[in-house]
């Protein structure tokens, strides 16, 4: 009996085949011939010849007829959903959410050389020949591993990740691709979808992270789901209390991109109160929060400390729920924790400036360990917010995207700060001279400083065209109702902002003064304005002038509008021309015979 080396040695086993006889319509082979001599003998001699010898040489295979693709789509289950946004996969409709196209079919061989490399190419030095970079350079050691396990990957693949039409085209182009589409895409409500689970007495461990945008805190911190952990802990706080079962949901304030604030002046420690006053201002005093975190995702800033308190606070089998408004940063911070914990490959969520990327609950995972599920859920629809009124090009000039600046005015009563033709803030009384005002918004927006007994023509003539957004005169009816509201502020510094009045979706005034103030802020009926702490005490070192600030926004409209102008008085020089100069009788004449012509 062959031993198991033998039996499993290719070479062997093939030598081993026995013979099959040839037909008898076949015609007599000479006894020269190969295969008239293997034939003489059942077992050749080959069968004594060491296993560790080389094996025979083999004849050279015969051509073989060319690879043929198959060009039919792999099969995709209904149940498919898209690991960028979860989003339902479909490939009937392509102007349906969740469309998708399979990658084109590729032969085994595609990537044979078209033409080999031949001795008598003269273009081509000897050392690339030998396949060699340089000659006399040998190759690095794990170079060739490293290039043999990217090969396996991709043979594999591994790192390639089939997403909807919609992902690809947010990844690759900061845009949807189908704008009619977003209509049809459904409305995710946190508190009916996870509410449940979080308000049951028994299940795994919760823990909810609270996504709060640093540039717009107030308008972007979950109020409703902060309310509702705060109540379902409050009801099962008793019963954990004497030890019975109780699922006590918890919850961690995490503040998203940290590095739009100008970092130098700020203490951590502050910022960490401030945002802990400020969620409890926002859900009530009942919000008991397990931890503040300070985070940005860009640049990794307090990344790994969230993740080893996330893993803590969630223990083995937990549940962890990343709920923030939209284009707050939650797919963007979720893809950090799973670089950071070491996940491999890329991470698969989709991330772009676009508000509503995530469309469905997405399972991460891996990034836990043990049996915890970290999820992450679609952005929250707030309707106080300024960002959920403008379109997607008006969205642009409105995000902060890098460390913001401050722009300083020094006004007095009766003047009046315009933010684009979203906000105005007059100054209405003060028992002072004057006061400091501090804009922290977006450095797109154009602002504008003169006198409130202006305001009128400013809405009729500038809104929409020097003052944007709105982009266009007609979206300012769209937007809504301009309405009033009214704040009192005090302070006892001029060199610090005491106070701030934060517009949702767009930024906040920082005020210093050193005394007392009465200020009306106009904004769109709907958009929710509070009154704060200051977060920023500092200003700027240089003051802004009255009138537009410079931008490309304000140059382009004011050609704009000289060249209406202009077109307005040639055309008017023109008729006066046309009205004033005289006919003769033989002119006349002469014209009206042209026209009987």
Known sequence: MLSRARRLHPALHRLLLPTTPAPSHAPPRPPHHPAAAQTSTPFPIPFRRHLCSPPPPTPPPASQPPAVVSSDPTAVSAKSVCPGCGITMQSSDPALPGFFSLPSPKSPDYRARLAPITADDTLISASLKSGQLREGLEPSRGAEPAAAASEAAEAKGEGKVLVCARCHSLRHYGRVKHPDAERL?????????????????????????????????????PRAVARLVAAAGEAHSADWKHGAPANLPRALLVVTKLDLLPTPSLSPDDVHAWAHSRARAG???????????LVSAARGWGVRDLLDHVRDLAGPRGNVWAVGARNVGKSTLLNAIARCSGVVGRPTLTEAPVPGTTLDVIKVDGVLGAQAKLFDTPGLLHGHQLTSRLTSEEMKLVQVRREMRPRTYRVKTGQSIHIGGLVRLDIEELTVGSIYVTVWASPLVPLHMGKTENAATMIKEHFGLQLQPPIGQDRVKELGKWVRKQFKVSGNSWDTNSKDIAIAGLGWFGIGLKGEAVLGLWTYDGVDVVS??????????????????????????????????GTKKTNKKKESKTSTSPITAPEAAKSASTIDA
């Open 532 to 565: 704060r702490s200051s977060l920023v005490h500092e200003r700027a070192s240089i003051f802004e002038e009255a009138g537009f600030t410079v931008s490309q926004i304000v140059s382009q409209a004011d050609s704009m509008t000289n060249k209406l102008k």
């Open 283 to 293: 859900a009530g005093a009942d919000l008991q929060l397990a931890g503040v975190h």
């Open 185 to 221: 895409l459904p409305d995710f409500d946190f508190v009916a979808a996870v509410g449940p689970r979080l308000a049951s007495p028994s299940g795994a461990r919760s823990l909810v992270l609270l996504l709060a945008d640093s540039a717009d805190f107030d308008g972007s911190f």
